[in-house]
């Protein structure tokens, strides 16, 4: 009697989650939120969750010289984008903005 009372509340879907499986939730959860604020679609996380071939560590291959300075030449470009805009902004409306923030 308790097993069919058990299955009916399953099947009804009012049993209370299992601990382990509340504790995967909330991390995953974390997890998704960390990775959206470093920029990483929810749809990504969604789509690459469940597919063991997407997350299975791949074998660490070395950059090569022209890897690492194109790196480094993006990282350049990043970190100077807002102060250029800035100077082609003013320089556009006439050059009076220049100094401002």
């Known amino acids: 009697m308790e ?3 058990f299955a009916e509340l399953e099947t ?3 049993l209370p989650p299992e601990r382990i499986e ?4 909330a991390i995953f959860f ?3 939120l960390i990775a959206n604020k470093q920029g990483i679609s929810p749809d990504i996380i969604e789509r690459y969750a ?3 071939h997407a997350t299975r560590p791949q074998k660490y291959v070395p950059l090569t010289q022209e890897e690492i300075e194109k790196r480094e030449d993006d990282e350049t470009r990043r970190m100077f984008a807002p102060a250029l805009f800035k100077i ?3 320089i556009t409306s006439g ?3 220049l100094f401002k923030n």
């Open 95 to 97: 050059g009076n903005n």
């Open 30 to 32: 974390v997890l998704s």
């Open 3 to 5: 097993d069919a009372a």
């Open 12 to 14: 009804d879907g009012e």
């Open 22 to 25: 509340t504790l995967l939730s």
């Open 88 to 90: 082609k902004t003013a």
């Open 50 to 52: 469940g597919n063991v």
